[in-house]
């Protein structure tokens, strides 16, 4: 086993504990959320490449309806707080910068598509908020991430990819993340609200392993409805579930985060095959900024993202893309 495996089993066992008395009201409605994040918003020269489309589906329970034995470990572990459970289905699409290439340049990101489901337990406090995570899928040609780059560019009526032929091979892929974010507030300016969400992540298994530190700075109305934007893991995400406090709310945020990360299934292939792979930079961090407006049981959020170099050698510096959700309180 690796030292920075070992290092981050740590991280993750010794999560921070937080065990705020007060609690949230319950409840009773489901979310649906959809979410998008394409670098096609970028504002480079060189628009479709690296972390070029992420997508998706999510439901999070209702209060309450948290199986008996998951809720007594949530419990357990985490002290009081009111417990929903999730399930996700994402697909997220990896490519080089020239994808007009049939070979491609074996320095550049490999091409690699990720298709997983993820369930989740969430424990919310009036300040806080814990989500542990289990996501299974794939990595590969089974994920399907060619087939829909070029069906939707045949739609659009953009050349096709050319190179994933040569993408990493199917192999399984397993997680299991822990992220804790805290709500402070930090007084009014002008009438407006405002708060800052520090956020720590550890995650754990064949596809990325890694601890993340964060901060956002947020200001607007009905700041407690919500722990910030959802965003696509490994992105900094305040989660999919929001209770609104007011009949229109909204708020204006920047943050920032630093990612350790260990092992990149998606930079480096598998560790027992050979196939496309380049060296990973160890120390990541990404820089957002957007909006969110919640009204009449709807949550709208957009971010623009800029990350910086993941790889050794990686061409275009600053990595940017958009995401965009929509949530239905039902």
């Not at 091409?111 to 814990?130: E, F, I, K, M, P």
């Not at 050349?159 to 709500?183: C, K």
């Not at 350790?260 to 900024?289: H, I, K, N, T």
């Amino acid at each position: 086993m690796k030292v920075e495996h070992i290092v981050l089993g740590a991280a993750f066992i010794l999560m921070p504990l937080s065990r705020a008395n007060a609690q949230p009201a319950a409840d009773p409605a489901s979310i649906w959320t959809i979410q998008d994040e394409n670098s096609a918003a970028s504002r480079t020269p060189v628009r479709d490449h690296f972390y070029t489309n992420g997508f998706q589906l999510g439901w999070i329970s209702p209060t309450g309806m948290v199986p008996s034995a998951l809720a007594d470990f949530g419990h357990a572990i985490w002290g009081d707080g009111v417990q929903r459970v999730g399930f996700d289905l994402s697909q997220q699409i990896y490519t080089p910068v020239d994808t007009q290439a049939p070979s491609p340049n074996p320095r550049d990101r490999p091409y690699a598509g990720l298709l997983t489901g993820d369930v989740s337990l969430l424990s919310d406090t009036a300040d806080s908020r814990h989500v542990l995570i289990l996501s299974l899928g794939l990595v590969g040609p089974g994920a399907g991430a060619g087939e829909v780059q070029n069906g939707f560019h045949r739609l659009i009526g953009r050349p096709a990819v050319q190179g994933w032929g040569a993408q990493i091979g199917n192999t399984p892929a397993v997680e299991l993340l822990h992220e804790q974010t805290w709500r402070l507030p930090t007084g009014t300016i002008a009438g407006l609200e405002t708060d800052m969400l520090p956020a720590l992540t550890a995650g754990i298994g064949d596809v990325r392993d890694y601890v993340q530190a964060g901060i956002s700075f947020r200001i607007g109305q009905g700041l407690d409805s919500d722990f910030g934007v959802p965003r696509l893991r490994p992105g900094l995400s305040g989660g999919d579930a929001y209770t609104p406090v007011r009949p229109f709310a909204w708020y204006v945020f920047a943050g920032a985060d630093g990612q350790a990360v260990g092992y990149d299934l998606l930079l480096q292939g598998g560790p027992f095959r050979s196939g496309p792979r380049v060296s990973p930079v160890w120390d990541v961090a990404e820089m957002q900024a957007g909006a969110a407006i919640m009204v009449a049981g709807l949550r709208l959020t957009v971010a623009y993202v800029a990350q910086t170099v993941e790889f050794q050698g990686q061409a275009c510096g600053i990595h940017q893309f958009a995401s965009v959700s929509l949530s239905m309180r039902f």
